[in-house]
């Protein structure tokens, strides 16, 4: 996980007030801050300053190292749906998620994402002025809505976080526009993401949501794979009961530093 004193330490030379910048370390994810450089988070909580209008929002783009890749950096004021936005113009444009990761600040309202695509196709230039102002209006409700195809298989799994937060973790085919309907899905339930990270391996999307308000796996499985969930034979159903309970246990464990770092 990034140290806090470097990110200080690059923040302390900048128009950051010390306050917010103590006040934005302390409050970010830890799912947020893990594997990066203290300069890639230096430079996006550079984002948040000065403070956002009601309505305005902030993209920057930075290509990466790897041919075709950029890192999208978002800030914006914190609602639900934000991600769906951001999620629902990048598909929009036919880039590719490859990683995302969002964060907010209740208390500031306030969110930032940090998103990686890959582009459309190589021969094609992305015109990322028109990303941008997509992205612009997709935060602030105007975005245009994408258009998924469900495609099992799939699997979702949902635990209590403590409180009215529940983690949910997803495993689907990994294509354009997956991201934005497990997070347009989480908006029209009025579900707020708190924190999200977002990744792909070999074709296949593993993403895991922190969520405030209720959430049913089922349903939520039925919209990615296009059908419910299938019920297991009764003595199956039966077995796995026990399974169950303890995999609930073991999941409340794991959730404990979880709900420690949300209480930050």
């Known amino acids: 996980m990034t140290a806090a004193i470097e990110v200080r330490e690059l923040l302390a030379g900048t128009s950051l007030p010390a306050d917010l910048v103590h006040s934005l370390i302390e409050g970010a994810s830890p799912l947020w801050l893990l594997g990066q450089s203290a300069e890639q988070v230096a430079g996006d909580l550079a984002l948040c300053h000065p ?13 990466l190292a790897e041919a075709r890749g950029h890192k999208v950096s978002v800030v914006a004021p914190d609602r639900p749906g934000l991600l769906a936005g951001t999620a629902g113009a990048l598909a ?8 995302a990761t969002a964060s907010s600040w209740p208390s500031m309202g306030l ?3 940090r998103v990686l695509v ?3 196709v190589p021969d094609r230039t992305v015109a990322w002025d028109f990303v941008g102002d997509d992205l612009r209006r997709a935060l602030t409700g105007a975005g245009p ?6 495609c ?3 699997t979702v799994s949902c635990t209590d976080s403590g409180g009215d937060r529940v983690v949910v973790t997803v495993r689907a085919p990994d294509r354009v526009g997956l991201l934005w309907a497990i997070a347009a899905w989480f908006e029209a339930r009025d579900c707020n993401i708190e924190v999200a990270t977002a990744e792909a391996e070999n074709g296949m999307a593993s993403d895991t949501f922190v969520v405030h308000g209720a959430v049913d796996p089922d349903a939520l499985f039925t919209h990615l794979a296009g059908r419910p969930p299938t019920p297991l034979p009764w003595p199956l159903t039966r ?3 026990t399974g169950l309970a303890v995999g609930r246990s073991a999941l409340r464990v794991a959730a404990v530093p979880l709900r420690a770092a949300l209480r930050r």
């Open 239 to 241: 077995g796995l009961a």
């Open 152 to 154: 099992p298989p799939v």
């Open 145 to 150: 809505r994408f258009r998924f195809t469900p």
């Open 118 to 120: 890959d582009g459309p």
């Open 92 to 99: 929009a444009a036919g880039l590719t998620i490859r990683a």
């Open 51 to 63: 403070a956002l209008g009601s309505d305005e929002v902030r993209v920057i783009v930075h290509p």
């Open 111 to 113: 969110a930032l994402q």
